[in-house]
Protein backbone atom coordinates (compact mmCIF):
# COMPACT_ATOMS: atom_id res chain seq x y z
CA UNK A 1 0.00 0.00 0.00
CA UNK A 2 0.72 3.66 -0.15
CA UNK A 3 2.98 5.23 2.54
CA UNK A 4 5.38 8.43 3.27
CA UNK A 5 8.03 8.60 5.73
CA UNK A 6 9.38 11.46 6.90
CA UNK A 7 12.89 12.48 8.71
CA UNK A 8 12.38 12.25 12.34
CA UNK A 9 11.97 16.01 14.50
CA UNK A 10 12.11 17.52 16.37
CA UNK A 11 13.96 19.85 14.31
CA UNK A 12 15.81 22.90 16.08
CA UNK A 13 17.13 26.03 14.05
CA UNK A 14 17.64 29.44 14.55
CA UNK A 15 16.07 32.35 12.72
CA UNK A 16 17.56 32.89 9.42
CA UNK A 17 18.79 29.19 9.30
CA UNK A 18 17.99 27.15 6.27
CA UNK A 19 15.42 24.14 6.45
CA UNK A 20 15.34 21.07 4.57
CA UNK A 21 12.59 18.42 5.81
CA UNK A 22 12.90 14.88 3.75
CA UNK A 23 10.14 12.99 2.66
CA UNK A 24 10.24 9.83 0.65
CA UNK A 25 7.07 8.16 -0.74
CA UNK A 26 5.95 4.71 -2.18
CA UNK A 27 2.69 4.70 -4.19
CA UNK A 28 2.25 3.14 -7.44
CA UNK A 29 1.35 4.94 -10.12
CA UNK A 30 1.56 8.79 -10.15
CA UNK A 31 0.27 10.41 -6.75
CA UNK A 32 -0.40 14.06 -5.83
CA UNK A 33 2.12 15.18 -3.12
CA UNK A 34 1.42 16.96 -0.40
CA UNK A 35 2.65 19.36 2.53
CA UNK A 36 0.35 20.44 5.40
CA UNK A 37 0.99 22.89 8.42
CA UNK A 38 -0.09 22.09 12.19
CA UNK A 39 0.04 25.06 14.36
CA UNK A 40 -0.62 24.01 17.90
CA UNK A 41 -4.10 23.24 18.75
CA UNK A 42 -5.20 23.98 15.55
CA UNK A 43 -6.21 21.80 12.14
CA UNK A 44 -4.11 21.68 9.42
CA UNK A 45 -3.63 23.75 6.84
CA UNK A 46 -2.65 23.39 3.29
CA UNK A 47 1.28 24.72 2.58
CA UNK A 48 1.73 23.35 -0.87
CA UNK A 49 1.55 20.64 -3.68
CA UNK A 50 2.83 19.15 -6.69
CA UNK A 51 0.73 16.77 -8.81
CA UNK A 52 3.58 15.50 -10.95
CA UNK A 53 6.78 14.89 -11.73
CA UNK A 54 9.19 17.87 -11.64
CA UNK A 55 6.69 20.14 -10.54
CA UNK A 56 7.42 22.42 -7.69
CA UNK A 57 4.85 23.66 -5.19
CA UNK A 58 5.54 26.73 -3.60
CA UNK A 59 4.13 29.10 -0.96
CA UNK A 60 5.52 31.74 1.65
CA UNK A 61 8.67 30.91 0.80
CA UNK A 62 8.58 27.14 1.27
CA UNK A 63 9.18 25.23 -2.02
CA UNK A 64 9.10 21.02 -2.92
CA UNK A 65 10.07 19.80 -5.85
CA UNK A 66 8.07 16.21 -7.20
CA UNK A 67 10.98 13.98 -7.45
CA UNK A 68 9.63 10.64 -9.12
CA UNK A 69 13.29 8.84 -9.86
CA UNK A 70 14.38 9.63 -5.84
CA UNK A 71 10.34 9.07 -4.94
CA UNK A 72 11.05 12.49 -2.48
CA UNK A 73 9.04 15.51 -2.31
CA UNK A 74 11.70 17.52 0.38
CA UNK A 75 10.59 20.75 1.89
CA UNK A 76 13.33 23.54 1.72
CA UNK A 77 13.20 26.97 3.13
CA UNK A 78 15.60 29.62 2.40
CA UNK A 79 15.95 32.00 5.20
CA UNK A 80 13.28 30.71 8.59
CA UNK A 81 11.35 33.00 10.65
CA UNK A 82 10.11 31.87 14.32
CA UNK A 83 6.80 32.51 13.13
CA UNK A 84 7.26 29.17 11.13
CA UNK A 85 7.69 26.87 14.18
CA UNK A 86 5.11 24.18 13.95
CA UNK A 87 4.49 20.36 12.81
CA UNK A 88 4.86 19.71 9.17
CA UNK A 89 3.69 16.65 7.47
CA UNK A 90 4.10 15.55 4.15
CA UNK A 91 1.30 13.15 2.66
CA UNK A 92 0.21 11.60 -0.79
CA UNK A 93 -3.38 11.30 -2.66
CA UNK A 94 -2.65 8.08 -4.79
CA UNK A 95 -4.31 6.94 -7.88
CA UNK A 96 -4.83 3.26 -6.28
CA UNK A 97 -5.61 4.41 -2.77
CA UNK A 98 -9.19 5.28 -2.85
CA UNK A 99 -9.49 9.22 -2.31
CA UNK A 100 -7.67 9.38 0.61
CA UNK A 101 -4.32 11.22 1.87
CA UNK A 102 -1.48 9.21 3.31
CA UNK A 103 0.34 11.01 6.13
CA UNK A 104 4.39 10.71 7.31
CA UNK A 105 4.56 11.28 11.15
CA UNK A 106 4.71 14.56 11.00
CA UNK A 107 8.01 16.79 11.96
CA UNK A 108 8.02 19.08 14.74
CA UNK A 109 10.41 22.63 14.06
CA UNK A 110 11.25 25.22 16.68
CA UNK A 111 12.66 28.09 15.26
CA UNK A 112 14.65 30.20 18.16
CA UNK A 113 14.91 33.94 17.92
CA UNK B 1 -17.06 32.66 4.30
CA UNK B 2 -16.43 29.16 2.90
CA UNK B 3 -14.79 26.54 4.82
CA UNK B 4 -15.15 23.42 7.21
CA UNK B 5 -16.90 23.76 11.08
CA UNK B 6 -16.24 21.40 13.60
CA UNK B 7 -17.82 21.30 17.00
CA UNK B 8 -17.63 21.49 19.83
CA UNK B 9 -13.73 22.54 19.91
CA UNK B 10 -13.86 20.39 23.47
CA UNK B 11 -15.77 17.44 24.49
CA UNK B 12 -15.73 15.59 27.53
CA UNK B 13 -17.34 12.02 27.66
CA UNK B 14 -17.24 9.97 30.39
CA UNK B 15 -17.02 6.09 30.57
CA UNK B 16 -19.80 4.08 28.76
CA UNK B 17 -21.08 7.28 26.98
CA UNK B 18 -21.33 7.82 23.02
CA UNK B 19 -20.46 11.00 21.86
CA UNK B 20 -21.10 12.85 18.78
CA UNK B 21 -18.88 15.03 16.74
CA UNK B 22 -20.14 17.55 14.43
CA UNK B 23 -18.96 18.44 10.77
CA UNK B 24 -20.32 20.81 8.08
CA UNK B 25 -18.87 22.29 4.91
CA UNK B 26 -20.26 24.88 2.79
CA UNK B 27 -17.74 24.12 -0.24
CA UNK B 28 -19.92 22.09 -1.77
CA UNK B 29 -17.24 18.99 -2.14
CA UNK B 30 -18.71 15.93 -1.98
CA UNK B 31 -15.73 13.71 -0.47
CA UNK B 32 -15.61 14.08 3.17
CA UNK B 33 -13.10 12.64 5.78
CA UNK B 34 -12.36 12.01 9.76
CA UNK B 35 -9.45 11.87 10.32
CA UNK B 36 -7.71 10.77 14.25
CA UNK B 37 -4.76 12.85 15.98
CA UNK B 38 -2.61 11.21 18.76
CA UNK B 39 -0.38 13.39 20.87
CA UNK B 40 2.97 13.62 18.60
CA UNK B 41 1.39 10.97 16.14
CA UNK B 42 0.25 11.51 12.33
CA UNK B 43 -3.04 11.42 11.61
CA UNK B 44 -5.16 8.11 10.73
CA UNK B 45 -8.50 7.61 8.60
CA UNK B 46 -11.45 6.68 10.41
CA UNK B 47 -14.06 6.81 8.12
CA UNK B 48 -14.34 8.74 4.48
CA UNK B 49 -17.44 9.32 2.12
CA UNK B 50 -17.48 9.95 -1.46
CA UNK B 51 -20.91 10.54 -1.94
CA UNK B 52 -24.30 11.03 0.25
CA UNK B 53 -25.37 8.07 1.81
CA UNK B 54 -22.39 6.45 1.23
CA UNK B 55 -19.52 5.88 3.08
CA UNK B 56 -16.07 3.35 3.67
CA UNK B 57 -14.20 2.10 7.10
CA UNK B 58 -10.43 3.74 6.86
CA UNK B 59 -7.83 2.25 8.94
CA UNK B 60 -9.13 2.76 12.21
CA UNK B 61 -13.09 2.18 12.20
CA UNK B 62 -13.76 -0.39 15.18
CA UNK B 63 -15.55 1.85 18.38
CA UNK B 64 -16.40 4.42 15.73
CA UNK B 65 -19.74 4.71 13.37
CA UNK B 66 -20.42 7.94 11.16
CA UNK B 67 -24.06 8.65 8.45
CA UNK B 68 -23.79 11.01 5.46
CA UNK B 69 -27.48 11.77 4.56
CA UNK B 70 -26.55 15.15 3.62
CA UNK B 71 -23.59 16.95 1.14
CA UNK B 72 -22.71 19.39 3.85
CA UNK B 73 -22.64 17.21 6.90
CA UNK B 74 -20.80 14.33 8.20
CA UNK B 75 -21.25 13.57 11.79
CA UNK B 76 -18.66 11.46 13.86
CA UNK B 77 -20.17 9.09 16.93
CA UNK B 78 -17.64 7.70 19.35
CA UNK B 79 -19.37 4.90 20.89
CA UNK B 80 -18.41 2.95 24.11
CA UNK B 81 -16.65 0.72 22.03
CA UNK B 82 -13.79 2.77 21.57
CA UNK B 83 -11.71 2.16 24.36
CA UNK B 84 -8.81 4.56 23.88
CA UNK B 85 -11.12 7.77 21.84
CA UNK B 86 -8.79 10.26 24.22
CA UNK B 87 -7.93 12.17 20.89
CA UNK B 88 -7.60 15.29 18.68
CA UNK B 89 -10.47 14.88 15.84
CA UNK B 90 -10.06 16.36 12.57
CA UNK B 91 -12.46 16.29 10.00
CA UNK B 92 -12.34 17.15 5.99
CA UNK B 93 -13.28 17.40 2.68
CA UNK B 94 -12.63 17.45 -0.71
CA UNK B 95 -14.32 18.36 -3.75
CA UNK B 96 -13.95 14.83 -5.26
CA UNK B 97 -11.39 11.76 -5.37
CA UNK B 98 -9.26 12.73 -7.47
CA UNK B 99 -6.11 12.44 -6.24
CA UNK B 100 -4.90 16.50 -7.57
CA UNK B 101 -7.74 17.70 -5.66
CA UNK B 102 -6.37 19.37 -2.08
CA UNK B 103 -8.10 17.81 0.79
CA UNK B 104 -8.77 20.81 3.16
CA UNK B 105 -9.63 20.63 7.26
CA UNK B 106 -11.66 21.72 9.80
CA UNK B 107 -10.11 23.91 13.27
CA UNK B 108 -10.37 20.14 15.11
CA UNK B 109 -11.55 18.69 18.18
CA UNK B 110 -10.55 17.65 21.16
CA UNK B 111 -12.16 14.72 23.03
CA UNK B 112 -10.87 13.37 26.59
CA UNK B 113 -12.62 10.69 28.42
CA UNK B 114 -13.23 11.85 32.27
Known amino acids: GDSVTQMEGPVTLSEEAFLTINCTYT??????LFWYVQYPGEGLQLLLKATKADDKGSNKGFEATYRKETTSFHLEKGSVQVSDSAVYFCALRGETSGSRLTFGEGTQLTVNP | DGGITQSPKYLFRKEGQNVTLSCEQN?????MYWYRQDPGQGLRLIYYSQIVNDFQKGDIAEGYSVSREKKESFPLTVTSAQKNPTAFYLC?????????????FGEGSWLTVV
Open chain 2, 92 to 104: ASSADRSSGNTIY
Open chain 2, 27 to 31: LNHDA
Open chain 1, 27 to 32: ATGYPS
